[in-house]
């Protein structure tokens, strides 16, 4: 079972800046994909950024002039960076682990993101 500690959401001004942070307790960290996904009310999950093992990164259309993804293998953990907050941006960001190789792949618990003045 992997355990996640996914911190950084709350309450947050628009135009304001997140960093979220999540560390996950999977063995060889470094070999893993690492994503952020968010799902606003009433709309599915959708992918905001992924890290693949060599960095390279992917990002949403709606999100990659504003957003930063990035790694700490010896912290386990993922960041992702996001500036220019919108209220349209209010969501649960979950983190998701993925091996590619082994097709296995595990979500946190979500982090709430509200931007509100």
């Known amino acids: 079972q992997v355990q996640f500690e996914e911190s950084g959401g709350g309450f947050l001004q628009p135009g304001g800046s997140l960093r979220l942070s999540c560390a996950a307790s999977?063995?060889?960290?470094?070999?893993?994909?690492m994503g952020w996904y968010r799902q606003a009310p009433g709309k599915q999950r959708e992918l905001v950024a992924t890290?693949?093992?060599?960095?390279?990164?992917k990002y949403a259309d709606s999100v990659k002039a504003r957003s930063t993804i990035s790694r700490d293998n010896a912290k386990n953990t993922v960041y992702l960076q996001m500036n220019s907050l919108k209220p349209e941006h209010t969501a649960v960001y979950y983190c998701?682990?993925?091996?590619?190789?082994?097709?296995?792949?595990?979500w946190g618990q979500g982090t709430q993101v509200t931007v509100s003045s």
């Open positions: 890290i693949t093992s060599d960095g390279t990164t």
């Open positions: 999977v063995s060889m960290f470094r070999l893993w994909t």
């Open positions: 998701h682990v993925e091996d590619r190789y082994y097709g296995v792949s595990y």
